[in-house]
């Protein structure tokens, strides 16, 4: 079963807007970590957050933590078009080896 | 330049036809991984390998095998291949179990 759940499945805002998609996971980790996926490429990392740590930035990415609830919020402000792509959290559970993908947000940002 | 590599890219088979599908990292990386791609499924982990020799199922892993001879090569052999395994597949690599993973390109299979 899968661990990671995105929320929305899918998201339509205009250029300059901001787009947060949400991310669950059910069982205790040791970090979370969020990718990126350009149609039907493959993922490349954006950022990493560990279970200590409550909040990230990189550049326009704004990464939440909130163990207690086991949720993860990704902000991208002021959104490009070519911000249009799918996103997808990714877990490993403490002391597993497995690692566990959501179904991922497809954001469209349009022009 | 660092990469993870994957051939064939695209791939039409026939059902029963044993066919594999290479991947390989010039990174020095331990653990390697292959998912499957599935609209409305996201990425699942189909068998992973945290070094040489040694590899674990994930959770999709029936109807594959891997093998992990070399450090730098993680090969996803399909014994007899049916339609309900064409998808887009996706190997990976990365330092640690829990580091980022970077993904190949991708290979597009179609089993008729």
């Given at each position: 079963s899968q661990q990671g759940e995105e929320d929305p499945q899918a998201l339509s805002i205009q250029e300059g807007e901001n787009a947060t998609m949400n991310c669950s996971y059910k069982t205790s980790i040791n970090n979370l970590q969020w990718y990126r996926q350009n149609s039907g490429r493959g993922l490349v990392h954006l950022i990493l957050i560990r279970s200590n740590e409550r909040e990230k930035h990189s550049g326009r990415l704004r990464v939440t933590l909130d163990t207690s609830k086991k949720s993860s919020s990704l902000l991208i402000t002021a959104?490009?078009?070519?911000?249009?792509a799918s996103y997808f959290c990714a877990t490993v559970p403490t002391g597993g080896f497995k690692t566990i993908f959501g179904a991922g947000t497809r954001l469209f940002v349009k022009a | 330049e660092a990469q993870v590599t994957q051939n064939p890219r695209y791939l039409i088979t026939v059902t029963g036809k044993k066919l594999t599908v290479t991947c390989s990292q010039?990174?020095?990386?331990e653990y390697m991984s292959w998912y499957r791609q599935d609209p409305g499924l996201g990425l699942r982990q189909i068998y992973y390998s945290m070094n040489v020799e040694v590899t674990d199922k994930g959770d999709v892993p029936e109807g594959y095998k891997v093998s992990r001879k070399e450090k730098r090569n993680f090969p996803l052999i399909l014994e007899s291949p049916s339609p309900n395994q064409t998808s887009l597949y996706f190997c990976a690599s990365s330092p640690g179990r829990e580091e980022t993973q970077y993904f190949g390109p991708g290979t597009r299979l179609l089993v008729l």
């Amino acid at each position: 079963s899968q661990q990671g759940e995105e929320d929305p499945q899918a998201l339509s805002i205009q250029e300059g807007e901001n787009a947060t998609m949400n991310c669950s996971y059910k069982t205790s980790i040791n970090n979370l970590q969020w990718y990126r996926q350009n149609s039907g490429r493959g993922l490349v990392h954006l950022i990493l957050i560990r279970s200590n740590e409550r909040e990230k930035h990189s550049g326009r990415l704004r990464v939440t933590l909130d163990t207690s609830k086991k949720s993860s919020s990704l902000l991208i402000t002021a959104s490009r078009a070519a911000d249009t792509a799918s996103y997808f959290c990714a877990t490993v559970p403490t002391g597993g080896f497995k690692t566990i993908f959501g179904a991922g947000t497809r954001l469209f940002v349009k022009a | 330049e660092a990469q993870v590599t994957q051939n064939p890219r695209y791939l039409i088979t026939v059902t029963g036809k044993k066919l594999t599908v290479t991947c390989s990292q010039n990174m020095n990386h331990e653990y390697m991984s292959w998912y499957r791609q599935d609209p409305g499924l996201g990425l699942r982990q189909i068998y992973y390998s945290m070094n040489v020799e040694v590899t674990d199922k994930g959770d999709v892993p029936e109807g594959y095998k891997v093998s992990r001879k070399e450090k730098r090569n993680f090969p996803l052999i399909l014994e007899s291949p049916s339609p309900n395994q064409t998808s887009l597949y996706f190997c990976a690599s990365s330092p640690g179990r829990e580091e980022t993973q970077y993904f190949g390109p991708g290979t597009r299979l179609l089993v008729l």
